[in-house]
Structures are given as structure tokens and as C-alpha cells.
């Protein structure tokens, strides 16, 4: 299996990029990214500010189920700030962690790819969809600040 070091360790994550709300308007993003790994539970915390006066922060916690040895999938919940909570998965495959997710209702949904350039920087694109419309897309750079968190 290919060694990824988003997710699979605990860190500390920077977030550099562009946001697109639902009429394509770009919006510079930046903020954190904390990963903590407990024995029975791996968080991560997100904190992201987007530009713009009409813009606010995206603020995130997941609950990860830990990795099963030998496995390249697991699951994980969000509220995510929403009025329902997101599930999802962290599906490993060669060089990309994917993300797909929905709310509970299925009302809202999207997809994250990340792709690994380096141990310390990964490469991410997403949208969200609100029933059949598109809400937001991302492109982000994600740089590791610090390991072992």
C-alpha cells in the first residue's frame, strides 16, 4: 500500500487555495488542519477562512474510525455546521485519499480527492452539491506544518 502521511499520522496541516461558491465567484481560502489519532478514534479538526465580507469561517470536526490493519478504507461523521450530520469515507487508493460524502437525508452530498506530491504536501479538489445544484468546488494545497501531534 502506498505510505500516505495525510491520515494516516497524526499532524498539523496548512490549507492554501481557491473556493468557488455556487455562481463560480473565486475566493481565497487559507487555514489549519489538525489530525490527532486516538486509540479508539482519530479527529480532525478544520478551520478555514474564505475572503470575500459575505464569507465566513468553515469550522470542522470528523470522527475518524481508526485504520483496521491492512484495510485502505474507514468511515467517518461530521456536523460539519449544517443543520444534519455528513457521513463519509477516507477510501485509500495508490497515490489519492478519497473523500465521498452525504448528509443524512442524501440532500447534500459531494466528493474530496487528495492527491499525494510529497510526504508534506498534498494536492486537493472537491464540490459539494445541494440536491442538484452545484453549492461549492475547492482546489487547495495542503502542507504539513508538523508531524506527531
Request: net charge negative; hydrophobic share 35%; aromatic share 14%.
Amino acid at each position: 500500500m502506498f505510505k500516505h502521511t495525510y491520515l494516516l499520522q497524526p499532524g498539523l496541516w496548512e490549507v492554501e487555495g481557491h473556493y468557488f461558491d455556487g455562481e463560480e465567484n473565486r475566493h481565497e481560502a487559507k487555514g489549519q488542519i489538525l489530525m490527532t489519532h486516538g486509540p479508539d478514534l482519530w479527529t480532525m479538526e478544520s478551520q478555514i477562512k474564505i475572503s470575500g465580507q459575505d464569507r465566513r469561517d468553515f469550522l470542522s470536526r470528523y470522527e475518524i474510525t481508526p485504520l483496521a490493519d491492512k484495510a485502505s478504507f474507514t468511515e467517518w461523521k461530521s456536523q460539519v455546521g449544517g443543520p444534519e450530520p455528513i457521513y463519509g469515507l477516507f477510501v485509500l487508493v495508490e497515490d489519492t485519499v478519497m473523500m465521498p460524502w452525504q448528509s443524512s437525508s442524501g440532500v447534500y452530498w459531494g466528493q474530496e480527492c487528495l492527491g499525494f506530491k510529497t510526504p508534506d504536501e498534498y494536492q486537493g479538489r472537491g464540490f459539494a452539491f445541494l440536491k442538484n445544484q452545484k453549492a461549492s468546488a475547492w482546489a487547495f494545497r495542503l502542507t504539513r506544518l508538523s508531524d506527531g501531534v
